[in-house]
C-alpha cells in the first residue's frame, strides 16, 4: 500500500502545488494532540498522510522545483534505502556488520576513482573516504581534527588563538562548526568577495587576512574553499588558495557539496584542479548524484588526523578485528557513534546507471540551464547577475526598468508571487546588496518542457508586477 501510494504521488506530483502554501500550526488543528492508545489501521493512518500530511509538503521531487540544490533521488537510491532500512544494520565498527563497511570503503574507491581524486585521497593509497549525512558533519568532523592537530603543535591552551577562514560566500555551517568545536567567535573570517570576481575568494584577499591575523598574533588553522557556493556557485581556485594556505600549516578542506557530482564529467574536472594539495574533499550524493537523501561523501589523505580526535574505545566494543588494525571502525571518523549503511543506495546507483548515464543526466541538467540562461538574455528587462555556472542561474529584473521603485523589493515581490502561485518553486540570494533570483535546475523529473514553462511563468509574473509598479509611479 505505500510502495503503490508512493506511486501515485509521484505519477501526480506536477498536480500538487510546488510550494506548501499551509499556515503555519495547521497542523496541530488537524491532528490530535495526545497519542493513540490502541492500534490503528494503515488505512486510517494513510488517509491522514493525504489528508494533512500532503498539503504541508513542499515537494522537492517536482519536476517544477528550482529552489535551494536539488535533492535529486531515483529508482535505484530508493531500493538502496529500502534494503537499507530492512537491514537495519548499526554499522558502528567493522565487527557490527562487515560487509557494510568494506562495500563504503569500496564505493568510496570506486567515486574517488571516478572523480580522478589523488590517489592519497583512497584506502589504495593510505587515504580513505567515509559516508556521512551531510556537509555539516563532515565540516564539523575535519574542523576538529584541525584544531587538535594544530593545538598539539603550539599547545592545548592555546585554542583562543586558532582562527578559520572562509568567503562571504562560504556555507553558514562552517561557521556553526567552528563555534561547536570551540574556537573564538571573534576569530572566524568570512572574506569579502565581489561582483568583479564572480564571488569567488581570492588568494590575495586570503594572504592578506592571515598575515594580519598572525601579525595580531593569531594562528590560522582551518580553510574552507567552495566549489559551488550556495548563493551564486561561485567557484574558488583550489589550487591558488591551498598555495596560499599550506605555507602557514593550515588543514585545507575543499566543499564541493552541489558541484562535486558534475566533476565525473571530464569536461567538468577542472573545478576541483588544486585538491591535491587540500587536506579533504567532499561532496553530497543527495544533492545532485540520484542518491536519496541523506549522503555526505568525505575523503580525508590523513584518516589518522580524524581518528585521533574522534576515537572513542570502551571495552564494550573491544574485539579481535579492531584491535589487529587490520579493519575501519567508521565510529572513529564520524561525530556519533550508531550509523546507516549508506553504502548501498550509492552502490545501487553507480550500478544501476553505470558512469556513463550518470555523467548524461548531469550534462542534461547543465544544458537545461543553458538554454534558461538565453531566454533570460532575450529579455531585456532581466539581467545574468553573475555568469553560470554549471546548473544554476542568478538572474534579476534590472534597476532601470523598476520605474523608479526599489528593485530589490521588486525583485522580492516577483519571486514570492512566483512562489505563492504553486507553479514553480525559487529560491533568492543577497550578494553584493542586490537581491537575486536562483534558478538551480537538478530534479531528477524535470524536463526541458518544465524550464521553458518555467521561464513563461517568470515573464507573466514580472508583467504584473512592473505594471502595477509604472501604474504606482
Known amino acids: ?57 513542499t515537494h522537492w521531487q517536482s519536476p517544477n522545483f528550482f529552489a535551494f540544490f536539488p535533492s535529486s533521488g531515483s529508482t535505484a537510491g530508493f531500493m538502496g534505502e529500502m534494503l537499507s532500512t530492512g537491514l537495519n544494520t548499526v554499522g558502528f565498527n567493522w565487527l557490527s556488520s562487515p560487509a557494510a563497511t568494506e562495500l563504503e570503503t569500496m564505493v568510496m574507491d570506486w567515486l574517488g576513482q571516478e572523480l580522478r581524486l589523488p590517489k592519497e585521497f583512497l584506502f589504495t593509497g593510505h587515504g580513505g573516504g567515509v559516508m556521512l549525512g551531510t556537509t555539516c558533519e563532515a565540516i564539523l568532523a575535519t574542523l576538529v581534527a584541525a584544531r587538535d592537530r594544530m593545538l598539539n603543535l603550539i599547545g592545548r591552551d592555546n585554542i583562543g588563538k586558532l582562527v578559520v577562514y572562509g568567503s562571504d560566500q562560504t556555507h553558514c555551517a562552517v561557521q556553526k562548526a567552528a563555534h561547536i568545536a570551540g574556537f573564538d567567535p571573534n576569530n572566524f573570517r568570512a572574506i569579502k568577495t565581489s561582483r568583479s570576481s564572480s564571488f569567488s575568494l581570492l588568494p590575495q584577499s586570503l594572504l592578506k587576512t592571515i598575515q594580519k591575523d598572525l601579525h595580531s598574533g593569531l594562528v590560522p588553522c582551518y580553510l574552507c574553499a567552495t566549489v559551488g557556493t550556495t548563493s551564486t556557485t561561485a567557484i574558488d581556485p583550489v589550487g591558488a588558495l591551498c598555495h596560499v594556505a599550506k605555507n602557514y600549516g593550515m588543514w585545507i578542506h575543499v566543499d564541493a557539496a552541489y558541484a562535486g557530482s558534475a566533476c565525473i564529467c571530464p569536461e567538468f574536472r577542472h573545478l576541483i584542479d588544486g585538491v591535491e594539495d587540500a587536506d579533504s574533499f567532499s561532496l553530497n550524493a543527495h544533492k545532485w ?133 504553486g507553479r514553480v518553486y525559487m529560491s533568492h540570494a543577497m550578494v553584493d546588496g542586490m537581491f537575486i533570483i536562483r534558478c538551480a535546475i537538478g530534479a531528477t523529473l524535470t524536463q526541458q518542457e518544465h524550464v521553458i514553462i518555467a521561464w513563461k511563468i517568470v515573464q507573466e509574473h514580472a508583467n504584473t508586477i512592473l505594471n502595477k509598479t509604472a501604474i504606482s509611479a
Open 289 to 421: 548524484f540520484l542518491t536519496n537523501l541523506d549522503c555526505c561523501c568525505l575523503w580525508v589523505k590523513d584518516p589518522n588526523s580524524l581518528i585521533k580526535s574522534l576515537s572513542t574505545n570502551p571495552s564494550y566494543l573491544h574485539n579481535n578485528a579492531s584491535e589487529s588494525k587490520q579493519v575501519v571502525d567508521y565510529k572513529d571518523w564520524q561525530i556519533t557513534l550508531s550509523r546507516r549503511f549508506r553504502a548501498l543506495k550509492v552502490w545501487l546507483v553507480l550500478r544501476s546507471y553505470g558512469i556513463s548515464n550518470l555523467r548524461n543526466f548531469l550534462r542534461s541538467h547543465v544544458e537545461m540551464a543553458k538554454s534558461f540562461e538565453e531566454l533570460v538574455k532575450l529579455d531585456k528587462r532581466f539581467e545574468i547577475v553573475v555568469p553560470r555556472n554549471l546548473a544554476m542561474v542568478c538572474f534579476r529584473v534590472i534597476p532601470s526598468v523598476a520605474h523608479g521603485g526599489d528593485a530589490n523589493e521588486i525583485n522580492r515581490k516577483l519571486l514570492d508571487s512566483m512562489n505563492e502561485s
Open 1 to 57: 500500500m505505500i510502495v503503490d501510494f508512493l506511486a501515485d504521488y509521484y505519477h501526480n506530483i506536477e498536480n500538487y502545488s510546488v510550494l506548501s502554501q499551509v499556515d503555519p500550526g495547521y497542523l496541530q488543528k488537524n491532528l490530535p494532540s495526545y497519542a493513540p492508545f490502541g492500534s490503528e489501521s494503515i488505512e486510517i493512518i494513510l488517509q491522514d498522510i493525504k489528508r494533512h500530511i500532503i498539503p504541508g509538503i
